[in-house]
């Protein structure tokens, strides 16, 4: 079992900064063996996953944000974290923290932090 906390959403003008961080709690070696993501459901919208790290520290990206948003992972602390810059109107959405244990597949699932970039 993994409980995950998200914090560092607000509210920025466009080209501001935002860092999101997302904090586990539960097993450890089920963390270290996981996909971590963040996905953003806008209104109206789909959720779509944004950028994922897998358990070997490899990392993906949407189109959308590359370039531009970095996720990281610090296994001993059971972090996730989002840093995004040079941020636009359409990436205001509410940003999930996502963890898939690699051995089961079963997502765990943050709150929700919401960001909103408007001047």
């Known amino acids: 079992q993994v409980q995950l906390v998200e914090s560092g959403g607000g509210l920025v003008e466009p080209g501001g900064s935002l860092r999101l961080s997302c904090v586990a709690s539960?097993?450890?070696?089920?963390?270290?063996?996981?996909?971590a993501g963040w996905y953003r459901q806008a209104p109206g919208k789909q959720r779509e996953l944004v950028a994922s790290?897998?358990?070997?520290?490899?990392?993906n990206y949407i189109d959308a944000v590359k370039g531009r948003f970095t996720i990281s992972r610090d296994n001993g602390k059971m972090t996730v974290g989002l840093q995004m810059n040079s941020l636009k109107p359409e990436d205001t959405a509410a940003y999930y923290c996502?963890?898939?244990?690699?051995?089961?597949?079963?997502?765990?699932w943050g709150q929700g932090t919401q960001v909103t970039v408007s001047s």
């Open positions: 996502n963890v898939r244990p690699d051995h089961t597949g079963r997502d765990y």
């Open positions: 539960g097993s450890g070696s089920t963390f270290r063996f996981s996909r």
């Open positions: 790290i897998d358990s070997s520290g490899n990392t």
